[in-house]
């Protein structure tokens, strides 16, 4: 059976897609599917909770955040390994830091060099600057 990854990183990375068919052509069964809603979705569902009048904090406890946050979640933890696919935001270090939290095995995956090292992302396996370079590292778990 093949390893399940959860490719992390953000509604606004194009090149999401692009990391997931690479690996599932190397054979990974990959959850991306949280990619779907568009590069739009968080700015539409604030615009529309700010409409109603909500704040952050509520928004955040209403219908349509738990739905897509049990979504993600379910799918977070039915995965084997996580990547995160730089540049992501926020959401995407917490997702990658919770797997990686419950003791499975996360990467990440660098869209150029950096200009400042983060020693914090010693807590993942290893960062990886190239589609090849990060299937060599899940080849080798």
């Known amino acids: ?82 990547v995160l696919m730089l540049p992501a935001g926020k959401s995407g270090h917490l997702e990658l830091g919770y797997m990686i939290g419950t003791g499975k095995p996360g990467f990440i995956l660098y869209d150029e060099v950096p200009e400042r090292f983060d020693v914090m992302y010693k807590f993942a396996n290893d960062v990886c600057f190239s589609p090849e370079d990060l299937l060599e590292k899940l080849n080798g778990l």
């Open 1 to 82: 059976m093949s390893k399940k990854v959860y490719v992390i990183g953000s509604l606004r990375n194009a090149g999401v897609p692009d990391l997931s068919k690479y690996l599932r052509e190397a054979g990974y069964d990959v959850f991306d599917d949280w990619f779907a809603a568009g590069p739009e979705a968080d700015d539409y569902w604030m615009a529309y909770e700010k409409n109603r009048g909500h704040s952050y904090s509520q928004a955040l406890k209403g219908y349509a955040a738990s739905h897509v946050f049990n979504f993600d979640k379910k799918h977070l933890d039915e995965a084997d390994i996580g």
